[in-house]
């Protein structure tokens, strides 16, 4: 049974900092990994979607590394700004063969000015 | 560029009540998902559908109903609600089976009094 964990639950930073979320899964047999970004009582914005073929894939100041073999996935969030804050989710695609999606239980950002 | 529309935003039914909530997929995406997402949780699949037809269930209650039209909305009927319904329900849609990237609407948060 696949299970998506991540570390940590919470995190505060100062603006301007370099920050890394993490994201572990038990199953290292995954097609892709997605990471979002949730506000508060609003929907899912899809940030990085990374295909198992892939290490990496960047988008603006957002970095997203996967090591299936170790079953991680990082995502670097360069030079953090206030409007950065969120809860951030991965999730992977699980279950037979259709593409539901497993989520981690997220990390909650906040950036301070 | 269009995105994937839920309708109504926000639902406020008293116990035992039926609700409907609404999803319309982005244009030329086939294939919907609908999760459940309860305060302070993870989103939890509860069922998809490609090309009109169920492609997967999650742990929706026998109380859940869905269906995709032959324009690829889809409705979540919910009847005989209860307290524990009360979340904010996404629905996600793509383009195929195969595992695509994850487009999610903004949420109907549905209220149970």
């Known amino acids: 049974k696949q299970e998506v964990t991540q570390i940590p639950a919470a995190l505060s930073v100062p603006e301007g900092e370099n920050l890394v979320l993490n994201c572990s899964f038990t199953?290292?047999?995954?097609?892709?990994l997605q990471w979002f970004r949730q506000d508060p009582g609003k929907g899912l914005t899809s940030l990085l979607l990374?295909?198992?073929?892939?290490r990496e894939q960047t988008s603006g100041r957002l970095n997203a590394s996967l090591d299936k073999s170790s079953g991680r996935s990082t995502l670097y969030i360069a030079a953090s700004q206030p409007g950065d804050s969120a809860t951030y989710l991965c999730?992977?695609?699980?279950?037979?063969?259709?593409?539901?999606?497993?989520f981690g239980t997220g990390t909650l950002l906040a950036v301070q000015p | 560029a269009a995105g994937v529309i839920q309708s109504p935003r926000h639902l406020i039914k008293e116990k035992r009540e039926t609700a409907t909530l609404k999803c319309y997929p982005i244009?030329?995406?086939?294939?919907v998902y609908w999760y459940q997402q309860g305060p302070g949780q993870d989103p939890q699949f509860l069922i998809s559908?490609?090309?009109?037809?169920?492609?997967d269930k999650g742990s929706i209650p026998d109380r859940f109903s869905a269906q995709q039209f032959s324009d690829y909305h889809s409705e979540l009927n919910m009847s005989s609600l209860e307290l524990g319904d009360s979340a904010l329900y996404f629905c996600?849609?793509?383009?195929?089976?195969?595992?695509?990237?994850?487009?999610f609407g903004p949420g109907t948060r549905l209220t149970v009094l």
């Open positions: 996600a849609s793509t383009r195929g089976i195969a595992y695509n990237e994850q487009f």
């Open positions: 199953d290292s047999a995954i097609y892709n």
């Open positions: 990374i295909q198992s073929s892939q």
């Open positions: 999730a992977v695609p699980y279950g037979g063969a259709t593409n539901k999606l497993i």
């Open positions: 244009p030329r995406h086939d294939t």
């Open positions: 559908f490609y090309e009109k037809m169920q492609s």
